[in-house]
Structure formats: C-alpha cells, structure tokens
C-alpha cells in the first residue's frame, strides 16, 4: 500500500509545481497529485506555507513618501504641461 | 482614500491636487519598474516624468478598458524600454531550481525539516521589520523576475494585466513568477536564519 506509485512525485519536484498550483494552471490530475503529495509531506507544506507568507509580505511594501521637492517639482511640471 | 477614477476625472478638470496624489501613489512603484529596464537611477526618473506628461496630456486617451494603474504601467513600460534601448535581447530562460538541490537527498526528499514560518512561532514575521529586506531583495532578483514580482505581488496587477504592461507570454510570466518568489522566498529564509 505504501509502496511508491509510479506518478507520485517527490519534494523537489513538488517544489517546482508551487507557482503553477497557486495560480491554478495544472492540470487536474498534476493538482490531485501535487495535492496527494502535501497531505503526506510536512515539509512541503511548510514550504507552500512559507510562499504564501513571501507572497503575503511583498503585498505589505509601502510606497515611501515622496520629497517635498519632487512634489514641488511635479506640481511645477504639471502647470507646464496644462499650459502648453 | 480616493480611487483612481475618482482621482482621474478630477484631473480632467485640471485639479492639481488630484495630479499630486496620483503621482505620490505611483512614483515609486514607477521608479522600482523603471529602474528594471535602464542603466541608471536619472535615466529612469526621466522615463517616469515623461510618462506623468504623456498622462497629463493624453488622459482623454484613457477609455477605462484597463485600470488606470495598468495603463500607467504600460505607458512607462513602452518609455523605459525606448530610453533603455540597447534593449538586452531577451536571452531564453535557463532552467532554475526554485530549491538549491543540497536541501534535497538522492530521493529528492527534504534532507532536513522546513521551518513553519506560521503566526505563533519563533520565526513569526512581521510585515513592518521585514519591508527593508523585502526592498533590498527585490533588488536583487534579476530585472525581468522583478518586474513580474513588483507587478503582481507587490502592486497586485492580475497575470493577465502583467502580461498587457510587460508585453509577454503567460508562460514566461509564471516562470519569471515562479523564479522570483521562490528567490525572494530564499532571502526571507537566510534573514530569519541570521536572526
């Protein structure tokens, strides 16, 4: 039973499928597999887990505030532009 | 906050104000995109500033069919590429681990246990510390997986609307995705090492 099927895949190839399953482009076979293999493996759901956080994190990323002199300028630029 | 709509019929009015906050919303992401495509940080400013003209001045131009925001990144997009134009031919993309194979045994199994970087746990993260060393690995990632990066997780375009402003397949685009968070994800990881 536990034996390994011929189509079950190993972490470092599950690895390489994680962009396309969050993105929902498998197939529906490599997801049942890809699937499979995440009910059997800690470590590749923690490592799903972890994209997900980098994924998250990149979202928090402010824009810094702009300088008072870049406004300035813009603002000059910006009546220029209207006016030509 | 004001929405970009709201924001842009002001500006068909020629409200000022409404001019500045669009810029103050989209200056740097503009910079960090355009920077991906030219040698130097003024190059890259100037292809910023021509896009806020070619807005100001063709924003009747601007039918809604996109967002605004993907507009404005394919108008910077086409400059920067113009100003950068010893344009590096895309080189076809080399294969790449998303995991160094040493972290992996001859099975291709995990040789060593991987960190839950969950909520509770001594490796939590938090949003606020980590923006220095998300900022510093963006620029590091090589610039075709940072523009793919920067639009979609940072700026949360669609992958439809990365492909639009980047003028590439759906293909590429998962793999330049795929190359890039699981590099920035490489980062993250030797941080919380470090710490």
Redesign the interface.
Known sequence: MLSLRRRDIVCQEAVELVTDYLEGTLSRRSRRRFEAHLRACPNCSAYLEQIRMTIDLAGTIEPEDLSPEARADLTELYRRWRSE | MDTDLELLARLRE?D?EA??TL???????MLRLARSYVPSRAVAEEAV?DT??GV??GIERFEGRSTFKTWLFRILVNRARTAGSREQRHAPLEPQ???D?IR?DT????AD??????EDSENH?E?AA??PV??SG?EDLPARQRQV?VLR??E?LS?DEVCAVLEISAGNQ?IL??RG??R??EI??AQIAKA
């Open positions: 020629g000022e001019f500045v810029v103050t919303r989209y200056q740097h992401p500033q806020w003209m100001v001045k681990r998303a995991v194979p992996f099975n291709g199994q995990w246990p991987v960190d839950r970087w969950a993260l949003a980590w923006g998300l900022q963006l990066v997780d940072v949360g992958s998962r995705l795929h968070r699981t920035l994800r993250l990881e």
